[in-house]
């Protein structure tokens, strides 16, 4: 018995815990990345699609800026961010709303759409975070498998949908797959979405796609008031750790995450960073096209070895390994290099420095000569 529990109640009756919402019973937890191991000779962490770059030029000195004033609360409205985040992305600042982290705002739709007895449709596997959320809206989730060729089922996906339906996440491109969504059957999917169901296009990676079959989801949204695209400062922007994301929105769905908003949620200094991100935008295309360099490297060197890899558009690959899953990322992790597996289904490898990726490959080609 824990001291806790042998604790009396002033009037000597035996504690009674609180009441807690049942929809949180068996919640899977959100699992991060492993840090990179400490000890070894070399460690890099692949296990998290971060940026491997510093702060864009100009960033740190926005931030430390703004860290001079943490006394204060930061500016509720985030009204700079938005001013600069509706130039740059030719939205009206009434589309648009920020959270902490897009996965902040992923959780502010469920909390705008959906409760106990509604539905939430996303492809399997897809975020982790999908499951969570849901689950936490007390909403049922109902995953549609991926296709053997790692896509979404789009035509399984839009049969899914009854009349209990209310959210839809598309991740595009797929976390942890890296496989993008062609145009076409994208518009014909949202095509056959009833106009009240909300169709969430999470675009985290959306930087980082090159396939010009790939639509931006910002042009999807403009006549179709039942999208919202979901964009992140996390990835492409090297500002994960300061938990900024925004989403683009026609005016009700915007208005909703204004009300669902945590009352100062986005720091001045992660509001400053961003602002001074999104003006740094030659530096950060030079560092995006360099990730996908590797990207194209990796991937080609993965296929020489002889791996079946899917087309990624993201700034991870995904190799499915099936019951050799976690030999294989006990083997990287020893090697110096920390990946994300999903024990028997496959690992995700974030494109890392180029040490790193080396590493990767080194692991890959040793591992494929037992298989
Ligand atoms: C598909 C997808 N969406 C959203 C996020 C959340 O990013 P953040 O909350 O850092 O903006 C991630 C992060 O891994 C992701 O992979």
Redesign the pocket.
Known sequence: MSEHSEQKTPDGAAPVPPRLRQALEGIPSYKPGRPAAAGGPVSYKLS??ENPYPPLPGVLESASHAAASFNRYPDMACTGLLAELSEHFGVPASHLATG???????QQLLQSTAGPGDEVIYAWR??E?YPIVTQISGAASVRVPLTEGEEHDLDAMADAVTDRTRLIFV?NP???TGVAIPRDGLERFLDRVPRDVLVVL?E??REFVRDERVVDGLELYRDRPNVCV?R????AYGL?GL???FAVAHEPVAAALRKTAVPFGVSQIAQDAAVASLRSEDALLERVAALVEERTRVTRELRAQGWTVPESQANFVWLRLGERTTDFAELAEKAGVTIRPFAGEGTRVSIGETEANDIFLRVAAEFRKEL
């Open positions: 998290s699609n902490t982290g897009s996965v902040g705002i992923a897809s975020f975070a991740c797929n976390n942890p999470d985290a990676y979901l992140t400062f996390s990835k994960a938990r900024v994301g």
